[in-house]
Antibody, heavy 118, light 106 residues
């Protein structure tokens, strides 16, 4: 059974960098596209980025200047870094799996709430 | 960016009702449209992808249709477990989601 688990700080200060990791279990990280999606307080879902096992990554145009992703295939993990955060970045952050670069997401993590506040 | 809208934003229905939710895209995205169900405190669950393909394990009372820029999710006979929020997602160009439709008990 495929399982995704997000981890990282639940509180980040304004102007600092939000860092999250998603641990994949039950399937190899190879052969899929691993995504970050967030759900803002008004419930709107926003796709942030994907990364593949070879490091091929693509970012949302609206967040591209602040986002980086990385993958560690040996640990079965991929990560998100979002810089210069503001209160508008407060959201539940999910990791999710896709089969292609643009795809529906068939497996999701449980989500982790990240609040941006001083 | 491709913008997505959904209607209605809230739908009140009873068990056994036939329910239809509409999703519209700002440009043609066919067939790259998916539907998700989300319950409070949980991650979205994929129901349908590629407009009309049912995800494994999803009950057959759920169906999807549409083309071009307009798509629908239909629940043929609403069950107690179906009261939730439903989102559409386009994945023709990057990925964007609709604002959601809350299906509540009438």
């Amino acid at each position: 059974q495929v399982h995704l688990q997000e981890s990282g700080p639940g509180l980040v200060k304004p102007s600092e960098t939000l860092s999250l990791t998603c641990t994949v279990s039950g399937v190899s990280i190879s052969g899929f596209y691993w995504n970050w999606i967030r759900q803002l307080p008004g419930k709107r879902l926003e796709w942030i980025a994907f990364i593949s096992d070879n490091g091929n990554a693509r970012y949302s145009p609206s967040l591209r200047s602040r986002v980086t992703t990385s993958v560690d295939t040996s640990k079965g993990q991929f990560s998100l870094r979002l810089g210069s955060v503001t209160a508008a970045d407060t959201a539940v952050y999910y990791c999710a799996r896709g089969y292609y670069t643009n795809d529906a997401f068939d497996v999701w993590g449980q989500g982790t709430l990240v609040a941006v506040s001083s | 960016d491709i913008q997505m809208t959904q209607s209605p934003s809230t739908l009140s229905a009873s068990v056994g009702d036939r329910v239809t939710i509409t999703c519209r895209a700002s440009q043609s995205i066919h067939p790259w449209l998916a539907w998700y169900q989300q319950k409070p405190g949980k991650a979205p669950k994929l129901l349908i992808y590629k407009t009309s393909t049912l995800e494994t394990g999803v009950p057959s009372r759920f169906s999807g249709s549409g083309s071009g820029t307009e798509f629908t999710l239909t629940i043929s006979s609403l069950q107690p477990d179906d009261f939730a929020t439903y989102f559409c997602q386009q994945y023709n160009s990057f990925s964007t989601f609709g604002p959601g439709t809350n299906v509540e008990i009438k």
